[in-house]
């Protein structure tokens, strides 16, 4: 499985706007992330929803990120298909259009845990009117027993790396 492989590569991410790491504990994890979308809102959310552009193909089970699809609606899928296989990596909860997109599911080593994971996209006007202030919180709760602190770090990385890709499209 490719998901996680250069974990420690990926950790580095040369957009300082990101945050991270907000809360880790055994049974928690919490992350922040804010960067900076070329467009206003609207422009900004295709952006978003488009995960197939953004988002790395060394962290897909595929290992092609054109694999990826979103469908933008309440119960629609966060999903990855190729010939052979497919994995749902989340379920959109909320998608308001320029404005916010919800989504649960354990990306990862998570989505094999007993875990709850939500992620949630909040795009609003930067004081340039030209750019759209995007700030993502992720948030995975466990069991102790989880050892979720001991992840943190590695998704944290991931997931900046994926958003540093997603702030450099114009």
Known sequence: ??????????????????????????????????????????????HVVDIAVWWSSEHTYSGQARNLSLDVRPGGCWCESWAGGGVEHARVLMAIPGKALRVEGGFGPLQGMSVKATMTF????????????????????????????????????VLATQFGRLAALK
């Open 1 to 46: 499985m490719r998901i996680w492989l250069g974990v420690a590569l990926g950790m580095v991410c040369s957009n300082s706007a990101l945050a991270g790491v907000q809360t880790a504990s055994a049974s928690q994890i919490a992350l922040a992330f804010d960067v900076e979308l070329a467009g206003p809102p609207s422009d900004a959310w295709k």
């Open 122 to 157: 909040t795009l609003k006007p930067a004081a340039d009117p030209s750019k759209t202030q995007l700030h993502v919180v992720y948030l995975v709760n466990g069991a102790a027993e989880s050892k979720l602190d001991g992840l943190a770090a590695p998704v944290d990385g």
